[in-house]
């Protein structure tokens, strides 16, 4: 059985069908990291499948990069996009 958050993950992805994929994945951001590391990061940018996300300081940089298997494989099955990697920078 699914859980409510499996649920909901997948009626956003249904959402998001219709928008270019940074919308998607700026949109699935925050469901696929929760909302501290959100608050922390953004999606900036999506290049030859390699999704790009601003960081607000090291210490977070640290701990997306430590994360960056599971928030690249949540990113692209909750938006619907596939994805060649995922690359954390420091927000200028």
């Not at 069908?17 to 951001?29: K, N």
């Not at 601003?54 to 940089?61: G, Q």
């Not at 430590?66 to 920078?89: C, D, P, W």
């Amino acid at each position: 059985m699914d859980s409510m958050r499996d649920i909901l993950k997948q009626q956003l992805g249904r959402s998001l069908r219709s928008m270019p994929d940074l919308d998607r994945l700026a949109a699935a951001w925050p469901v696929a990291c929760g909302r501290a590391m959100a608050e922390r990061g953004q999606v900036v940018g999506f290049t030859d499948g390699v999704i790009q996300v601003a960081v607000s300081d090291v210490t977070w940089l640290k701990q997306m990069i430590s994360m960056h298997g599971t928030l690249e494989r949540e990113l692209a099955r909750i938006a619907g996009v596939k994805s060649a990697g995922i690359h954390f920078e420091l927000k200028k």
